[in-house]
DNA sequence: CTGTTAGCGCTTTCAT
DNA sequence: ATGAAAGCGCTAACAG
């Protein structure tokens, strides 16, 4: 691989006027710009970014943890991201920590040698380990969907409680009383959020609250498998559910399916996310959709504005979602 | 962020002996290493991988080239590459391109520029530009599921033409003799392959190939729906339907439930490429599922020996996918 | 309009 | 057992 300096010397220059027509940053003269683009050209020179970003600290690299990708929602949301950082010349490092809190450090470790100038972070399971390790971690970094106590950051979220509400509305609104919900791993705060939506929902209608109603699960397809079949066999089962993402939602509808209940017809179901297959599932499923892309758009937007101006005050950004009304929902 | 220079300074050494204890790279007196070690405790002084990199000619990073990741199923195939890069210390850069040769090679010059240690390219739309782009691209590199002319490259694949037969054999088997073929797009080998498969399970069975039996469409759920319904408009509809791919299986069920036809009842559907959400569709989807994990496992395993030791002639290798019988599929 | 030079943070050869 | 110093490939202040 060619270097700067060999460039230089084949078009009888100095490396200073070779970085400069590189980056356009001082006048060259006209017919000495030829001859070194003419030569880069010839020995298909590629300046280095590592030597770059060590001169001037700046990788333009963003480190981005997912507790796991396996969920349609998070690959949704880092295609958003990874477009948006693109179109502004940074590139991203994925890391999946799979709700593991060795993984998740070892990776934080490793971004933080490898010097990204900021971090995009979205909500896992592990709390408390993690905020003191990005406590001392002075790089600049969004947090989405679940705030992290003594981590300066800034936040971003989408309004949960909105959209749990919102679900729960709908199904109210088609007459239904008897509405489970399946909600996700509580000690996530935007799963809890969706139940804390739903609860104020079903009491705005004067409905008390059935505990075997509320069952928790795990935001996967077979987790919603598990909590509909318990549902459903409940002696006086609901007429509605409210499954708080997509995954539960389809993985529960199968098990009613196989359990011979029909959807809607029996049984109407709300799922969260509207992840693309949520309008192609059998019945396609009525659900909140959460901005995917204007989200990735705004964490990579705040991200940069931290990255290039710095100190401006933490921002904190609410995101509100919307019910997609499908055919998995019907008047009761 | 703390330096080297300061950490020696501080522990009255130096830097030569504070890379020593860092790396583990000579012996040092176990004072003098107690004593830089607690200095970079104290200053919490993490290494640069950056000027590691300028001065070691690595990066420890692979570049990932993919159409997009919205297919779960290069989801999937990135998160068990990841897996594995991450077990040997590498890190993954992951590129969307989108079937955009512009962005792709936007993105291919900014991974040369980073100076990646390996590339990972899995199978996209235009080929004839790529090729040549890659053409000098002297990098390790591994190329998934097509084979690019010219490009000095190990190449790793699944066995898609048996793949087809396999799923349009299942069909035979049932009983079927009226079986259509959802292909994806025509200019991907893949979909080409498992096409050539389909058609020679016909044959082989003696069965004569009607035109149009074989529609192409995209391998999106979108136009797996598109598709099945314009073969279920058809004066003799088939019987059963092999969708080369999850997604399209999806959205045809999804378009056959919409028509008043049963799956698989009255048609029967084998989709390709197991996806998670394959088990809980409605009903779950009987598919040729490809070893993904041990794809990914592969292809990385192949990637970092060519990057280690270099010049060992180039791999192929071809996996073989299995038949996962679920309940989209019946006798006639 | 162009070049000299120092230095970014590290590794490693060569000395001692 | 430890250190001095060169150099990886680039940028930019300073000088001319």
Same mark, same amino acid.
């Given at each position: 691989m060619a270097t700067m300096k060999q460039v230089a010397e084949r078009a009888g220059v100095s490396t200073t006027t070779v970085s400069h027509v590189i980056n356009n940053t001082r006048v060259v003269s006209e017919d000495v710009r030829k001859r070194v683009l003419a030569i880069i050209a010839e020995t298909r020179y590629i300046p280095s970014a590592v030597a770059r970003s060590l001169k001037n600290d700046r990788t333009h690299t963003i480190g981005m943890m997912v507790p796991n990708n396996s969920n349609p929602y998070f690959a949704e949301l880092i295609q958003g991201i990874e477009d948006a950082a693109f179109k502004v010349g940074y590139n991203i490092i994925l890391c999946n920590a799979y709700d593991d809190p060795k993984k998740q450090a070892a990776y934080l470790r490793v971004l933080m040698e490898k010097r990204i100038d900021g971090l995009i972070l979205v909500a896992s399971g592990s709390d408390d380990e993690l905020a003191s390790l990005l406590g001392d971690l002075h790089v600049p970094m969004v947090v989405v969907d679940r705030e992290l106590p003594g981590v300066e950051a800034d936040f971003i979220e989408a309004d949960h409680e909105t959209g749990g509400y919102l679900a729960t509305r709908h199904l109210l609104d088609m007459g239904h009383r008897d509405i489970a919900c399946v909600s996700g791993p509580i000690n996530l705060p935007p799963s809890r959020d969706r139940v804390v939506g739903y609860l104020r929902a079903l009491k705005e209608a004067g409905l008390k609250f059935r505990l075997d109603y509320l069952v928790r699960s795990d935001f996967t397809s077979a987790g919603g498998f598990a909590a509909f079949s318990q549902l459903l066999a409940l *002696? *006086? &089962? &609901?007429?509605a559910i409210f499954a708080s993402n997509d995954l539960m939602a389809i993985g529960g509808i199968c098990a009613a399916s196989q359990a011979g209940v029909a959807v809607p017809r029996q049984l109407s179901v709300v799922g969260y996310d509207d992840i693309a297959l949520a309008s192609y599932s059998t019945p396609p499923l009525t659900t909140v959709a959460q901005p995917k892309y204007r989200m990735g758009q705004l964490i990579t937007q705040v991200l940069i504005d931290r990255i290039m101006v710095g100190d401006v005050p933490l921002r904190r950004e609410m995101l509100q979602s919307e019910l997609k009304q499908r055919q998995s929902t019907a008047p009761l």
């Open positions: *002696k *006086k &089962p &609901p007429t």
